[in-house]
């Protein structure tokens, strides 16, 4: 009885195993777009007299299965409130752009998709904001905030200042922005590695006014990267 159990044992998981070897990643169609010729882009576009819908990114990012989890998102959220019957403003509008950036530099080297998103949905203002993924190449992981530097590292004093100065020019107001929410990580979920820099992304009436619109800062690695993992 051992010996047919085992056998069976062994025969469902050689199916299990099978299955997730086959698992499909996700394809441009699962989204409703089409494949662009210029390059791996998925575009996915739609004029209705509601609204109008345009949303494109890169179809070759490592992390694939999370960009297309954001974009369904991004894509159903908007949907689901430009169908409303008693929706206002119209014609809704939204547009999603990608931009792409990557690192070199010991001791990883990183892959960075960051989306632009302008929605309006008849809100008082339009809304712009971010949304980053980074891609570790060498131990093929997403990269967070909190896994990019190295345990018991303090960045964010070192980081805060220079976001402090940089959005004090951009804003024409004296430290502009809390020393909580620029101690905050969680204020620092959206950013770009570059050989050079990281470049955190704020979205709109994240840590300025909504009026600011959406900010970007750039902070020059050379501090910084004795910090990183």
Request: hydrophobic fraction near 40%.
């Amino acid at each position: 009885m051992r010996v047919l159990t085992l056998a069976v044992s062994l025969v469902m998981v050689g199916s299990a195993s099978a299955g997730v070897a086959s698992a499909a990643p996700p394809k441009c169609s699962d989204v409703g777009g089409i494949t662009s010729g210029a390059g791996p882009t998925c575009v996915i576009q739609a004029t209705e007299p509601a609204y109008t819908m345009n949303i494109s990114f890169p179809t070759d990012f490592p992390n694939q299965n999370s960009v297309f989890d954001y974009v369904k998102q991004t894509r159903d959220g908007f949907l689901n409130v430009a169908k409303m019957p008693d929706s206002r403003g119209m014609p809704y509008e939204l547009d999603t752009t990608t931009t792409q950036y990557n690192s070199a530099v010991p001791p990883r080297g990183t892959q960075t998709v960051v989306f632009t998103t302008y929605q309006n949905v008849g809100g008082a203002h339009p809304q712009t904001f971010y949304k980053a993924f980074n891609w570790d190449q060498a131990y093929r992981k997403p990269i967070t905030f909190e896994n990019l530097f190295r345990e018991g590292t303090a960045p964010l004093p070192v980081i805060f200042p220079v976001i402090q100065a940089e959005l004090a020019k951009q804003s024409g107001l004296p430290d502009p922005v809390s020393p909580a929410a620029g101690l905050d990580p969680a204020n620092y979920q959206n950013f770009a590695i570059t050989n050079d820099a990281l470049i955190f992304f704020f979205s709109q009436g994240e840590l300025l006014p909504e009026s600011a619109g959406a900010v970007q800062v750039s902070v020059p690695r050379g501090p910084i990267d004795p910090m990183i993992a």
